[in-house]
């Protein structure tokens, strides 16, 4: 029996490794188009920050132990070209030559692939992107071989706001263009705003509502050409977010659902029950709409490599449903999200009312206490808890966890209102930011604006 | 229609200043027998800790504010000493004075007090304890007038080891004789021992298995004896643990509950349907045993004061049920607790199955990484999440509410490890320890202990 997977990174080689585990005398042949395996590709920003540290110490694991200690049969610069379904073979190159290879269960987990923009301009050397262990390789070398004393990031997602920070670091200069008015769409403006000071504040300069037009090269280096200006830089990132690599599925006759990903089922099963996909490439359920939804995330990929496993004989474990927790640090701060936003809730169909306060990230009169912003959103006709965004310089991250916790429990606002958390003067005042924050989102799903005010909330 | 209450701390003062809001015309009177209302109790150690911070900057809100803002009749210097509740009227003392007042509605928020030891020398000048704002006006006034180089803390627990951080920061030399062999008894032993460790790092001597007989007078200052040694102080701090003020209570026949606390239903009314109790003298019930329970913390105070303006003229708002999560810190260490321990659990009549980790706060090669411990307690029937705790430099406070809205929610140890939790690289691994301590104790509960081994948590 035979387990073909093609890509070996974090969905794929968690899926060959609990296979081999469960299966000892499973073949398990891993096809990874590039020489590099088992790498904390989130890591990337925080490597390069820091001109010491080689790339490479970012591999978990190298490829001579998943070959010689877990049996793996791992194939380094092996391109999957193809897939016959029919013949069941996937057929490829590595180095010009073509291979071919059978199998009894596939696993696609071919990944994610960083956007491009339309622009003249984008293959210039200096105009960079981030995703694999090679782009943040190459981006070191650029930084070590060149002044690099200015940098555009196009982007300020979470990569282009860690890169913020990493290159602020290493002394580049760095300009954010956003086309949007504003940055992070998804959070309450006013907590957005704050980033936005905080990048200021640290160095990082911000321009919202800006079409890029072209980047070219001067004799001064390269230029960011915008309506309006020109922006003359050493180095440009363009980090526009992500999509799916699923044309060799597509190509395969598999169904695709949103954002082009690969449709899966519960049991991480493609529309050919021999094939399953995981990791980025693949699509999910979300657990407050049932809808399926693209949230490429890297504790998703590792779950569903592993569940592969579980499941290549039988339906055994189904996937569970996701909510979409993230969190980023961008300079001083912590952001983090999970659940829906109010335009996502609304797109959803739900009549999405929201609140946001801001609170202490410490007790009364606690030295260090830094403003703690937390946003929840809840459904009016059911007061069901929907998602919530924190936005603070301490105790933002974590917090996070408890909001999706509850939003997996399909908790209404009053039962998640009514959890018993902790307290202590160094965490967080008697109430917690969270508690404070579903109180006056009752007091609004309620309406009762005119009496009731929001209690006292200290000490 | 009036109202009394008894006790101008978190619980009186929150049902004060709630009953004045929801009923303006309500005559609301709160008897507090010392000259403190409205303070951050739990700051205390933080504020000692800190020579140039008065005492009084931890009061939240002065007398003059619930009194002149609130419409509170807040009578300070009022010892409330028995309740006739045949004539609806409260007896008490004021300066020497007697004085009465009849109610319609009566709450007893009388709070807890510091446990005593049955050894001679307690009532010794420099033998001190703390829970009212008076106890550490008093402490520091005896820090500032003797040279305190070294003291005894008589008692492990959150207080003990606050305080023993806190005289640390003052210069002052601290030891910790412990009565039984470990401190902490609901954590994992090597858990605990941690924070053995931390606290002899920091230059804070635990002994441990230590049986005090006596405390005296020497010309040299305070000496501590125990069974095998004497220990010359200049202080000594007894924090053993606080018990209910219930005398009142019990003295006009109301029922108590476990630990003497006053026993109330879900709606905070005791015995006699015309009064409440609530904060640290009243008792709870156990969101997973359902059984009563006495666990006194400054949430419980704030949302049960409260709750028993929103129920004082009708059954209108239960109290939620607890799962006594609480944290605290001492020197670097953070330590977190939620719902049951193993030896609680057991006692509850669950077959507690626990499993601990030692994961990492941060992820692969992200500098400043430190331990993070995890446990949890499961039900082995049921596979029901019962309890959880963590211990760590960093992240362990705020991921203890993640397991404490698990526990509120009923979840199974499935069920918590399926919650999408978030991950970024300066806030954990890409599997939250939390989730990689669920899945071992998974695999612990399946009890496939042969062929299964954890699955790969890394990139």
């Known amino acids: 029996m035979k387990f073909v997977v093609i890509g070996g990174d974090a969905a794929g080689l968690s899926a060959a490794s609990k296979a081999k585990r469960m299966y000892p005398d499973l073949d398990v042949i891993v096809f990874e188009k590039t020489f590099d395996v088992s790498f904390s590709a989130c890591g990337m920003p925080y490597n390069i920050a820091d001109p010491l540290r080689g790339i490479d110490d970012l591999v978990v694991r190298s490829a001579d132990v998943f070959r010689n200690k877990q049996g793996i049969d791992l194939r380094l610069n092996h391109t999957v070209e193809s897939i016959d379904r029919e013949a069941k073979v996937v057929h490829g190159r590595s180095d010009g030559k073509e291979f071919s290879e059978s199998y009894d269960k596939l696993l696609i987990a071919t990944g994610a692939r960083a956007r491009s923009l339309p622009l003249p301009g984008m293959d210039l050397p200096g105009v ?43 002394g580049v200069g760095v300009i954010l263009p956003e086309v949007r008015t504003e940055i992070l769409p998804w959070l309450p403006l006013e907590m957005s705003k704050l980033i936005i000071e905080e990048l200021e504040c640290k160095g990082a300069q911000v321009m919202l509502g800006v079409d890029l037009t072209e980047i070219r090269r001067t004799d001064k280096g390269l230029q960011v050409v915008t309506r309006d200006s020109r922006l003359d830089v050493d180095m440009v990132l363009i980090a526009v977010g992500v999509e799916p690599r699923s044309e060799l599925a597509a190509n395969a006759g598999l169904a695709l659902g949103p954002y082009k990903a690969i449709a899966v089922d519960k049991y991480l099963r493609t529309s050919d029950p021999n094939i399953f996909a995981a990791g980025d490439c693949a699509d999910a359920f979300h657990a407050l709409t049932g809808a399926r939804v693209w949230i490429p995330l890297g504790l998703r990929a590792n779950r569903t490599g592993w569940l592969v496993a579980e499941n290549l004989l039988e339906n055994k474990t189904e996937a569970p449903d996701i909510v979409g927790t993230a969190v980023f640090k961008t300079f001083g701060y912590e952001v983090a999200r999970t659940g829906l936003s109010v335009g996502e809730a609304e797109t ?61 429990a399909g908790m209404s606002v009053t039962e998640f209102f009514n959890c018993d958390m902790a307290y202590a003067p160094p965490f967080g005042p008697v109430w917690d930011p969270m508690l404070t924050c579903a109180n006056v989102l009752l007091t609004n799903l309620k309406k009762a604006s005119t009496a009731e005010k929001p209690p006292i909330m200290e000490p």
């Not at 070191?140 to 860690?162: F, P, Q, W």
């Not at 999405?352 to 009364?364: F, L």
């Open 128 to 170: 960079l992107t981030l995703r694999a262990l090679d782009d943040g390789r190459a981006m070191k070398r650029y930084l070590a071989e060149n002044t690099v004393r200015s940098a555009v990031i196009v982007g300020s997602g979470y990569i282009g706001l860690e890169m913020a920070e990493a290159l602020c670091a290493r």
């Open 348 to 408: 959803a169909g739900f009549q999405a009312v929201d609140t946001y306060i801001k609170s202490r990230s410490r007790a009364w009169r606690q030295p260090g206490a830094e403003d703690l912003w937390v946003q929840l959103v809840a459904d009016r006709s059911t007061e069901k808890l929907l998602g919530g965004s924190i936005v603070g310089k301490e105790g933002a991250a974590h917090r996070i966890d408890s909001i999706a916790v509850a939003l997996h």
